[in-house]
């Protein structure tokens, strides 16, 4: 059910100058951005390879810093996936839901605290396209 590791995510103190490193200096590619509820700047997406991302947030509160730093893993299956996970008695720290690049998703949390998001991809989705 697990394809492998889809990206990574990293908070960030200032956009310009990672979005120079990772792209400019490192030499992959800015593949989209997608913005908040309020239309402002909220993640930065480079292509790593083929399927493969880095994920930029541009800040947030306490919590959500901690989330950022975060491995997202592509499944195929992920109502399948998620209701084994709740069989096996691990507890959803957000339940199976659509983001807002329209890709399937759920969150729980490892044994020492750390995010892991498991999302299906969506065929129109900008990860998709880029």
Known sequence: MIKGIH??????TDMEKTLHFYCEVLGFKHAFDLKDSDGYPW????KIAEGSFVEFFYGGTEEEKKQYDHICFEVEGIEALAEKLRDKGISFASELSTGKDSNKQFWIRDPDGNWLEFMELDPDSPQMRS
């Open 7 to 12: 990206h990574k995510g990293f908070q960030v």
């Open 43 to 46: 993640i930065e997406y480079v």
